[in-house]
Nanobody, 121 residues
Framework: QVQLVESGGGLVQPGGSLRLSCKAS????????MNWFRQAPGQQRELVAG???????AYAHSVEGRFTISTDNAKNTVYLQMDSLKPEDTAIYYC???????????????WGQGTQVTVSS
């Protein structure tokens, strides 16, 4: 079993900052990539940022320059530092991890439960 536990969401004013965390635990052999998605009401879930095991990062155009993804590999934890937040960043943010539970099993995708981020004055 693999568990992803997210934290750090909340209410923040426009221009403010938040830092999301997601810790993966359980039966983990290796992690290939860790990602953050978000879903706003009435919209499809979208990729916000991703980072590979070799620390290659990618960002959605809408957050580039404002959000930073990073990892602590020793703790199997991914972070999303969100600065200069805008009302349009309001959404539920989901952690997503591509990992293997053993050397011989194919890579699988796991999701966190989501954490609400609300940007409002």
């Amino acid at each position: 079993q693999v568990q992803l536990v997210e934290s750090g969401g909340g209410l923040v004013q426009p221009g403010g900052s938040l830092r999301l965390s997601c810790k993966a635990s359980g039966n983990i052999f290796s992690i290939d990539a860790m990602n953050w998605f978000r879903q706003a009401p009435g919209q499809q879930r979208e990729l916000v940022a991703g980072i590979t095991s070799s620390r290659i990062t990618a960002y959605a155009h809408s957050v580039e320059g404002r959000f930073t993804i990073s990892t602590d590999n020793a703790k199997n934890t991914v972070y999303l530092q969100m600065d200069s937040l805008k009302p349009e960043d309001t959404a539920i943010y989901y952690c997503n991890v591509d990992l293997r539970i053993s050397r011989d099993t194919p890579r699988g995708t796991h999701w966190g439960q989501g954490t609400q981020v609300t940007v409002s004055s």
